[in-house]
């Protein structure tokens, strides 16, 4: 459990370059917190060199012998209190014509990431009783869309990791959790691997013209902070408007109806 009286100063924050990532960095450095923000290319970032108390260091989540290079090159320069998982990567289109590269991809970022950098701090917050992990995960993670299901899966893995480990590392005063955003304006959509069938053209331009970007990530950096600070033995936060209507209406309608709802509102069947 949580400790409520603890109060946490130094935070560590994976794909820092853009988005979220790098909103979040900038509001905790705001905060009066040290920062240590990680990309896979530190030497194009210029606007977090500039700040007081924020160092870069470089991480491709999907390399393991970095992970723990970084991870332990910014143990040996100070205290982490706060790990944040937020580097991603999407994946849109039919699942018949997704690539066992393309899946792979997703599973090794969105996935097998966070919890190889989790298993690099484990050691180190139990020696110092105490430490959060926060995970960003995604709307994605807590219901079902068409033509995401493999995004989806990795995000749905990710929440539900990070339910177990919160119980698991509640033993050793660690906490965990998660934070799940809405279409938030970032470069989830225009970065991400996108694969094409014939057959569901209409249905890709239909999915997609529902999607709307309205969230900004300073919005989500705002929940990611109060995640870190308020002291709560509380496990998701919804961030955003969508995911906090997907996050109360699934369980007020169950499961079934609430995927034959999606199915009507995203594919009017």
């Not at 109060?7 to 240590?36: C, D, M, R």
């Not at 990710?158 to 698991?168: A, H, N």
């Amino acid at each position: 459990m949580i400790n409520s009286i603890r109060i946490y100063e130094n935070n560590f924050i994976t794909g820092a370059s853009s988005g979220i990532g790098k909103a979040t960095a900038k509001l905790f450095q705001a905060k009066g917190w040290k920062v240590i923000a990680t990309m896979r290319t530190p030497a194009s970032e210029t606007e977090l060199t500039a700040l007081e108390n924020v160092s870069i260091l470089p991480l491709d989540v999907t390399n393991d012998a970095q992970i723990q290079s970084t991870v332990q090159t910014a143990i040996s320069s100070g205290n982490i209190d706060v790990v944040l998982n937020n580097a991603g990567h999407g994946l849109f289109g039919p699942l018949e014509a997704v690539s066992e590269e393309q899946v792979l991809r997703q599973i090794n970022t969105n996935l097998l990431g966070p919890l190889k950098v989790i298993q690099a701090f484990i050691p180190y917050f139990r020696e110092k009783k105490g430490g959060l992990f926060i995970n960003t995960t995604s709307m994605a993670g807590l219901t079902g869309f068409p033509l995401s299901s493999v995004y989806n899966s990795t995000k749905w893995a990710l929440e539900g990791l990070s339910e177990c480990l919160s119980i698991e590392l509640a033993m050793f005063g660690i906490g965990v959790k998660t934070v799940s955003p809405d279409a938030t304006k970032t470069s989830l959509f225009t970065s991400a691997d996108t694969v094409a069938h014939p057959l569901y053209d209409g249905v890709i331009k239909k999915v997609l013209g529902r999607i709307q970007q309205t969230g900004e990530p300073i919005d989500i950096a705002k929940v990611i902070f109060e995640a870190a600070t308020d002291g709560r033995d509380q496990l998701r936060y919804p961030a955003g408007g969508a995911a906090k209507q997907i996050y109360a209406r699934r369980p007020e309608i169950g499961p079934e109806a609430s995927r034959i709802e999606t199915t009507k509102w995203f594919l009017n069947l």
